[in-house]
């Protein structure tokens, strides 16, 4: 489990800093804290409350992902 969760980390980390690279963060965060939010984000624990328990469909848990991502890391638009 240490094992997935290290490679979920650094997946994460590489998130952050392309969207570090190609639209800077929202002021205030740093790569660390942004690659924190994209692994609380990304959990596969909520994507199961949310497609599985509540019965969101693929499409609206995508665009939902998308756009709390991007607000949180680069702000609205």
């Known amino acids: 489990m240490a094992t997935i969760e290290n490679e979920r980390t650094v997946g994460n980390r590489d998130i952050a800093e392309l969207v570090t690279d190609r639209f800077g963060l929202r002021?205030?965060?740093?790569?660390?804290?942004?690659?924190?939010?994209?692994?609380?984000?990304?959990?596969?624990?909520?994507?199961?409350?949310?497609?599985?328990?509540?019965?969101?469909?693929?499409?609206?848990?995508?665009?939902?992902?998308?756009?709390?991502?991007?607000d949180a890391l680069v702000g609205p638009a």
């Open 27 to 70: 002021p205030g965060l740093d790569v660390a804290t942004a690659t924190d939010v994209v692994w609380a984000l990304t959990a596969p624990d909520v994507t199961d409350r949310l497609v599985r328990r509540r019965g969101w469909g693929w499409d609206r848990y995508e665009a939902w992902l998308a756009t709390t991502l991007a």
